[in-house]
């Protein structure tokens, strides 16, 4: 099933989100339909608050990104209770999007590398370092789960230049080739 995805300004995506169990009701069902979302809304990564869900995990596909990022190609994880147990290496600029705030790309400095440790869906451990884009995209779907959003990470003046811009795509202006849910939309639980 392919969700809408919550837009910027909704306060589900300003919620910390929480831990599950194994026998998290439908959890395979749920992570099926995080990757269905993904793929249908052209992204890169999607957390489970960005259909409307204060869980922690997230789902990554790189494939996408496999001509200008090679490394990237292969590289389809679910994270499951994810903890970035390190941060390593300056920080870089890169710039980023997010299907929560469609139409915006601004640059965001992060760590170069982590060591990040979670469960996959077949409920096996793993403790990793990551680097480089990898590291990128991990960062940038875990703030999620903690509430935070890349255009929190800006600075503050470029925060201030963009405050009218990020004021008019929760009002629902913007466009987007999936569905969405608006701060003030109603979330459907199923
Ligand atoms: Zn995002």
Redo the contacts with the bound molecule.
Sequence with gaps: MVYPIVIYGHPVLKKVSVDIDKDYPDLDKIINDLFETLYYSDGL?L?AP?IGKSIRIFVIDGGPLAEDEPEMADFKHVFINANITEKYGELKPMTEG???IPNLREEVNREYSIRVSYYDEKWEHHDEIYEGYKARVIQ??YD?LDGV??TDKVSPLRRRLLKGKLAAISKGKFEANYDTILPGQKIKSD
Aim: hydrophobic share 35%; net charge negative; glycine share 10%.
């Design positions: 990564g957390a960005q997010c299907l929560s940038h779907e999620h959003l890349f």
